[in-house]
């Protein structure tokens, strides 16, 4: 007997629900609701209006969002990159001053073992009014700064300018230092009708004791 009222049921509801919609339609929302599917179009003017003007502003909404976004990480990235520039200048300083020390540090341990050499060689190092360690400047005395000996002046000076900037020379700058030193004191003996004597030797004791220099960082 139960079994037999569910049918009866749903054939009533399959006969009368189309007759009653005939006389009193339901609207288009509960007819789509009732089958189970919707086309998400407005009903009204006014609704599609409503909905087209929300979703401009959301679209406005979420543009505005993206340029928020993009400014920040463009300023973080400026943040970075001049937080970047920041520490290699610190760490380009860092390196500069450890290098000074280094470079004093050397120049004292080549002084000394300069003047252990030069004693050897009854020489004395060049003064500090006579030679630049830091810059390689040699301040020649009036014998050896004519304007005949320019060229050969330059040369020495730019060995001495290399030695000073690089701490050391190459075989080449050495040997080609060494040997116009050399030249330059035996063609000394072209002044002897120039210059009194005394002052001929203070000018070849000056280049020994340029020889001596370049020498003594040999050993």
């Known amino acids: 007997m139960y079994g037999f009222r569910q049918p009866c049921a749903t054939a009533l509801l399959t006969v009368c629900l189309p007759l009653a919609w005939g006389i009193f339609p339901p609207s288009a929302a509960a007819q789509n609701a009732y089958f189970g599917y919707s086309n998400n179009r407005a009903s009204t003017v006014a609704e ?51 290098q000074d020390e280094y470079q004093n540090e050397q120049r004292a341990t080549d002084r000394y073992k300069l003047s252990a050499y030069l004693e050897t060689k009854k020489l004395n190092p060049l003064g500090d009014s006579e030679f630049d360690e830091s810059s390689g400047q040699i301040n020649w005395p009036p014998i050896l700064d004519q304007p005949q000996d320019e060229s050969t002046r330059q040369l020495i000076n730019d060995v001495f300018a290399k030695r000073a900037k690089q701490g050391s020379l190459s075989s080449q700058d050495y040997l080609q230092g060494t040997a116009t030193i050399k030249k330059w004191r035996q063609e000394l003996v072209a002044y002897k009708d120039l210059f009194p004597k005394p002052d001929l030797q203070e000018a070849a004791r000056f ?12 050993r």
């Open 48 to 98: 599609g209006y409503a909905r087209g003007l929300s979703d401009v502003i959301r679209s406005r909404a979420d543009a505005r969002a993206m340029d928020a976004q993009t400014a920040t990480e463009l300023q973080n990235t400026r943040a970075q990159y001049y937080q970047n520039r920041v520490l290699a200048a610190q760490t380009f300083v860092e390196q500069k001053r450890l």
């Open 207 to 218: 280049l020994n004791r340029l020889d001596g220099t370049l020498k003594g960082d040999l």
